[in-house]
Structures are given as C-alpha cells and as structure tokens.
C-alpha cells in the first residue's frame, strides 16, 4: 500500500518539478554559471542547455543581457533545461546612439527602438520622432555580432548588430540578403 501512495504522490509531483515553458528573464552568471532571473520568481535559476549551439549563445552574453526562449523549469532545484532560443536583448545597446549624419537611434528595451530623423535630438521637446521599430535580436555562438529583425507599420528587414570598443556598428541588409547600408553609431550621453 505504502509503495502505491509513493507511485501516486510521485505522479502527483513530477509535473510540478519540471515544467515545459517559455522562458523570459535577465542573464546572470554567478560563479562561472550561466543563470537567467526568471521574470516570475525572486532567486535566479541555473541554465543547462539542451545543445552545444546553445550553450555557446548563452555564453556569448553578459550577465543583464535578456533572453526569451523555451524549456523546462525546475522549481525544485531551481534549474532551467533552455530547449531553444527565441531572441536575446543586449543591455549595452540599451540608450541613445547617433550616427555621423544626425540621426538618433534610441533602443528604448529589449524589443522597441525609436528612430529619429535628422535634425532631431532624442531630447528635444517635443522630440521629431520619424519611427517606432520593433526589433529583434538573434541568438549566436560568438560574441562578434547578432542577426537582428526589424519591423514597423509598414516594412520590415534584418540585418546585423555588434559593439565593439563602445561603438555600435549596424548593418542593413534588403531582402535578397544584400547589404545597403551599415550605420557607425557614437553613445549619447553614455559613461
């Protein structure tokens, strides 16, 4: 009888040890771990991932940088087996950024950036915003740079985003993978 109880608890509970979800939350790396600060709960959780190609993206962040993928939670042991990655955000894009021909490029979070036309300052009042895009940015195994997407009401396209030294670097491409435009963007008023 005894063993039928532990069987039936043990059913019970399994399905509340591991769960299958979608997992957003803020990159942390505490003592050489990869863990994410689960936007739900108060402690970070370990990440192990399901493939290499995987581990390596994870390892390509930094602690703060975001990440929205799928996998298994467990709340026992406060673990996260990350199945796939959906998209990540960089907290060193976050803030203003102009290129060398006026234009401002405020990336608001992790997903919004607003696009100023020239003569336009992000701190004007009222500042001369021209776009709202939504982006987002690819996972990728090594820390040179990011596939990202973008989208607005109107059109959409990708291209490719790195920092290097402080500078950020964004390159456009059109829709036969072409490349039309890269963009060297200078920090505004970062320290």
């Given amino acids: 009888m005894k063993i039928k109880n ?3 608890a043990a059913i019970l509970i399994a399905p509340l040890c591991s769960l299958a979800a979608t997992i957003k939350g803020t990159i942390k790396f505490i003592d050489h771990k990869a863990c994410v600060q689960l936007e739900d709960y108060k402690t970070p959780f370990i990440i192990s991932a ?9 390892n390509s962040l930094s602690s703060g940088d975001y990440i929205n993928g799928e996998g298994n939670v467990n709340i026992i042991n406060q673990t996260v087996k990350l199945v796939a990655i959906k998209y990540i955000g ?9 290129s060398p021909f006026s234009e401002y490029f405020v990336f608001k979070d992790f997903n919004t950036l607003n696009y100023y036309t020239t003569g336009a300052t992000p701190t004007s009042l009222p500042p001369k915003l021209n776009k709202v895009i939504k982006y987002h940015i690819s996972p990728n ?3 040179k740079s990011w596939p990202i997407i ?3 009401n109107f059109s959409s396209g990708s291209g490719r985003i790195q920092v290097v030294n402080g500078l ?3 390159t456009v491409f059109n829709l036969t993978g072409k490349k039309i435009r890269t963009i060297n963007l200078l920090p505004v008023n970062k320290k």
Avoid: M, P, Q, Y
């Fill in 6 to 8: 532990l069987l039936a």
């Fill in 50 to 58: 399901n493939s290499n190609g995987i581990k390596k993206s994870i």
């Fill in 90 to 98: 960089l907290k060193k894009i976050l803030g203003a950024w102009r």
């Fill in 141 to 143: 195994e090594v820390k």
């Fill in 150 to 152: 973008f989208t607005d």
């Fill in 168 to 170: 950020l670097s964004l």
